[in-house]
């Protein structure tokens, strides 16, 4: 199983700004064996990054799409618009859900959109604090999976990445323990597997919320947690280094 560090850096960083950062990944990020570091810049930032990072090991996501190709959908961006540039693109993250009030099917659409375009797809799923304290942070977690993936077919599963990320842990400072991460995305994948596709056994799952240079470590020594989606260290060149370093390291 291959192992992916994923930078989220949100609505932050200008194009002079995204330049620097960029620079100093470059200078300090060494190929690791069977592993990924992808970065998810603002959009206005991608064709710049996309030069500045061509022949380079890492790679550029994009924070979203839209499911149509093209049309009348003021202030959006297409799959078909990022396709050159990114090879993956994150979908269904809280944030999109909980303030954009994107719904299962709306992701779906999208993560279907991605993988007709040839982008792999991060997925993110994750349970509010007031579902986990109602015990209910895996049935939440699992649906969100099912109905996010639903209408792939088994052989194109292999294409799409999942990422846990309880939304309590995210930019709080208080990640999950690495052992309720493992849990609950160990039963993620027992019961994906189970209910719907034995596949799901193949591809990554990434741990987010409130990963940083310390804790790393302990995340990437977890049988199901396969890499990181990074927030707010992916914003600093030594911090995501070194979580790359750790999520490597800790296998
Ligand atoms: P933080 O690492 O800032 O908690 O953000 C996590 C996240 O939302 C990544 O997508």
């Not at 603002?42 to 994009?62: D, H, M, N, V, W």
Request: proline fraction near 4%; include cysteine.
């Amino acid at each position: 199983m291959k192992t992916i560090v994923a930078g989220n850096w949100k609505m932050n960083l200008d194009p002079a700004q995204s330049i620097d950062l960029v620079s100093s990944l470059k200078a300090g990020l060494v190929k690791f064996p069977n592993t990924e570091c992808v970065i998810f810049p603002p959009y206005t930032s991608i064709t710049l990054l996309s030069e500045l990072l061509s022949g380079s090991i890492i790679k550029l996501g994009a924070q979203n799409i839209h499911p149509e190709e093209s049309g009348a959908f003021t202030g959006e961006v297409s799959a078909l618009m990022i396709k050159n540039y990114c090879s993956h693109v994150i979908l269904g993250h809280s944030e999109r859900r909980i303030i954009f009030g994107e719904t299962d099917d709306f992701i779906n659409r999208k993560v279907l959109t991605s993988l007709k375009s040839g982008i792999t797809p991060i997925l993110c799923v994750g349970e509010t604090l007031k579902q986990r304290e109602a015990g209910l942070a895996l049935s939440v977690c699992l649906d969100q999976l099912i109905k996010g993936l639903a209408g792939i077919k088994p052989e194109n599963l292999s294409q799409v990445v999942v990422a846990y990320e309880p939304v309590w842990a995210i930019g709080t400072g208080m990640s999950a323990s690495p052992v309720i991460a493992q849990e609950i995305m160990g039963s993620l994948r027992n019961q994906f597997s189970e209910k719907i596709s034995k596949e799901i056994s193949e591809i990554p799952f990434l741990y987010g919320g409130s990963v940083n240079a310390d804790n790393a470590i302990d995340f990437a020594k977890e049988k199901d947690i396969n890499g990181a989606l990074v927030g707010g260290a992916s914003l600093d060149a030594n911090a995501f280094i070194q979580i790359a370093k750790s999520m490597v390291d800790g296998k």
